[in-house]
Structure formats: C-alpha cells, structure tokens
C-alpha cells in the first residue's frame, strides 16, 4: 500500500442530524450523559455555581460553542486558548488561571471544559488545582475524547516533550457528552478517535473489535451506540480501578510506542495525531505481545491488516528506533529503568507490567515499518 495523506483516506458517513438517544452510565463518583441537554442546564441549576466558566479552543470555539450557549441560557465566561497537543503545556495553565482570577474566580465556581482531549485534560487540571480544587464538568467534542480523554478523571499536561508527564488523577463533576459535535469533525479527527474504540475492542472484548475492524459505523445512529459501547468499557475499568494500580494499567495498550511516536513528531511539520501513533502502537505492540503475551500469529497479522486497512502504512513514521526507544523509557509505566508494556493474551484479553527490552522495540517498528 501507498503512503496518503491521512486526510484523503477515507469517506464517513456521518449524518448532521443530532441522535435523539438520551443514555445516562452511572460511574462510582459521576455520571455520563449522552445527548442530554436538559440534564446539563438542571446540573448546573442545582449546583448553584457563583460563576461558570467555559474553556475552549480555537476550533471548538468556531463550530460547537455557538450550540452551547443557545442550549444553556446562562451568563458564563469564555476562555479560549491555542489547539492543539503542543499548547498542552504548563504556560497555557498559567494563562487560564490567570484569566479565572482576573474574573474573580471562587471555590464555588465552575469549569465547564468544552472541546476534545487537550481542553478535557488541562481544563480539568487548571481546575482541580485552581484554589486546591473548583468543580469542573467534562464535555468533550471530539470522538477521542468522547470515547477516551474525557472518562477516567485523568488529567494533565505534557512536560519537556513528554506526554502527559504533570497531572493528578480527579473525578469530574459529571460528564456530557452530545454526539451532535462529531458531525462538525474532519474525518481525520474521526479516525484519530477510532483507534482508542479498536483498543478497548482488543484489551476487553472482542467482539466490538471484530464489529469495527471490519466496518466503520454506517450513520450517525450507529456512531452514537458504538460511542455509548466505548464508554462503558472504559467506564467499567476505571470503576474497577480509578487510580490505575491494577487493571487500569490495560488501557495503556498501544500507548507506549504510540506515545513515543506521538512526541517524537510533535514539532514536526507533519505531527502524528494522538489516535494516529496509537494506531502504529497497537500493531507494534501486537507484535510484542505475539512474541511474549501469546497473542497468536493468525490474531498478529489479523490486527496489523485490519489496521492497516483503516488508516493506511506510513513506515517513515518509526525510522529512528534508537530516537523511539529513548522515548519510551521515559514512558510512566516503566518500573526501575525497565520497559513496561500491556500486551495482548489474546484478542479481547490484555495483561500489564510485561517487561519488554530494546531489541524487541526495534523488531516490533521493523516489523510495521517492513511490513514483514
């Protein structure tokens, strides 16, 4: 196969017609809305907040702010900042909290985090640390941080290249999440958050990965029952184990070389998006897992092509394995210098802390990159 550009790959159907399902998943200390706008204004209501804040950024700000506030009659505040994984970083929080305190900003205001990964993760951050702690609703717009970013009370920025590397782990107040906002996604975007759906697939159960590895939601209905699915895989997890001493650690699969690949490209011209380098994590670490988690060889090469199939082969992206793998030991997993992978015991089952070395890395870049 060919190296495209990510955008030119593929066609989705996605209507713009908003899915009327109104679902609520009860986690332990929150709960997530589906399409649920009424519930969000009584929310709010309830809360009695002394000032709501809504921070976004460029692009949400352009195409879903407009809903929000035609939804949400109240008078709020609106802090807008860069897009993007490289404005992740501890001067754009200084700049947030510097606009809550200029505002007059209290302990009893809100944060209503209205925009895909980056705004859910340093939003929360900005406000679980903001006077030691403001209450925050998580309201993702993208289909990553729909499925993923938004769930799981993980909140961060990245530090010295390093993703994610400065954060504490906090519980929103609750979270929203309107499928209505995919429809004004690029279908890149869309494809960058397919890559965490194929993944809960494969750590947890294998019949979604077999239903979406072999064809994408047809309509915006379908996409909203495969993102309410996604959740609740996700939700069942992190309820098992919110501060991710244990099982949580599986959802890390794909992450480490994708994570990796993700700053290594970062400041580049032609950064990977973060479901992109998942993407190659997932096949990279198949590998990996078919040479010590006993992934069989039928399932490796089951899961490199279906992936593949999706989002095409880009081998320039894992030149430079000795660049790679200085990355990877800098990854949060690892334990006494040692390289600690989720692999794969089989489609559907994963297992933690499996110490993998360099050599392997370099055998599992090769084998995307060569596609052997």
């Given at each position: 196969m060919t190296e495209p550009e990510w955008q030119d790959m593929l066609l989705f159907n996605l209507s713009a017609t908003p899915v009327t399902e109104v679902r609520r998943i009860k986690c332990k200390k929150y709960s997530v809305y589906v399409n649920h706008w009424d519930a969000l204004l009584q929310d709010i209501e309830q809360m009695r907040p002394s000032s709501v804040f809504v921070l976004t950024d460029q692009q949400t700000a352009k195409f879903c702010l407009h809903r929000f506030l035609e939804k949400i009659s109240i008078p709020v505040h609106v802090i807008t900042i860069a897009e993007g994984e490289i404005h992740k970083q501890l001067d754009t929080c200084q700049q947030i909290w510097s606009f809550l305190m200029k505002k007059g900003a209290d302990r009893k205001s809100l944060m209503i985090n209205l925009g895909g990964g980056v705004v859910g993760d340093m939003g929360?951050?900005?406000?679980?640390?903001?006077?030691?702690?403001?209450?925050?609703?998580?309201?993702?717009?993208?289909?990553?941080?729909?499925?993923?970013?938004?769930?799981?009370?993980?909140?961060?920025?990245?530090?010295?290249?390093?993703?994610?590397?400065?954060?504490?782990?906090?519980?929103?107040?609750?979270?929203?999440?309107?499928?209505?906002?995919?429809?004004?996604?690029?279908?890149?975007?869309?494809?960058?958050?397919?890559?965490?759906?194929?993944?809960?697939?494969?750590?947890?159960?294998?019949?979604?990965?077999?239903?979406?590895?072999?064809?994408?939601?047809?309509?915006?209905?379908?996409?909203?029952?495969?993102?309410?699915?996604?959740?609740?895989?996700?939700?069942?997890i992190t309820d098992e184990d919110p501060q991710e001493r244990g099982i949580r650690k599986i959802l890390n699969f794909g992450h480490t070389i994708g994570h990796a690949l993700e700053s290594r490209w970062l400041i580049s011209p032609q950064p990977l998006l973060h479901g992109e380098a998942v993407a190659i994590g997932l096949i990279t670490e198949a590998f990996v897992s078919y040479r010590l988690g006993g992934l069989t060889e039928d399932e490796l090469f089951e899961i490199r092509e279906r992936i593949l199939s999706i989002y095409g082969h880009h081998p320039r992206y894992v030149g430079g394995s000795d660049e790679i793998i200085e990355l990877i030991r800098s990854d949060k997993k690892n334990i006494n210098g040692q390289t600690r992978m989720v692999l794969l015991s089989g489609i559907g089952q994963a297992i933690y802390n499996q110490v993998a070395d360099d050599q392997l890395v370099r055998e599992a870049l090769m084998f995307y990159r060569e596609k052997l």
């Open positions: 929360g951050f900005c406000a679980a640390t903001f006077m030691r702690g403001i209450s925050f609703i998580q309201m993702p717009t993208t289909l990553l941080s729909q499925v993923d970013a938004s769930v799981g009370g993980k909140l961060g920025i990245d530090f010295l290249g390093f993703k994610n590397m400065v954060g504490v782990v906090q519980a929103p107040h609750a979270v929203y999440i309107m499928t209505e906002f995919l429809s004004s996604l690029p279908e890149r975007e869309m494809r960058s958050g397919y890559a965490e759906m194929l993944k809960h697939g494969l750590i947890a159960d294998a019949t979604v990965w077999h239903r979406l590895s072999r064809q994408m939601p047809a309509d915006a209905a379908a996409w909203g029952r495969e993102v309410v699915a996604s959740v609740e895989i996700k939700k069942k």
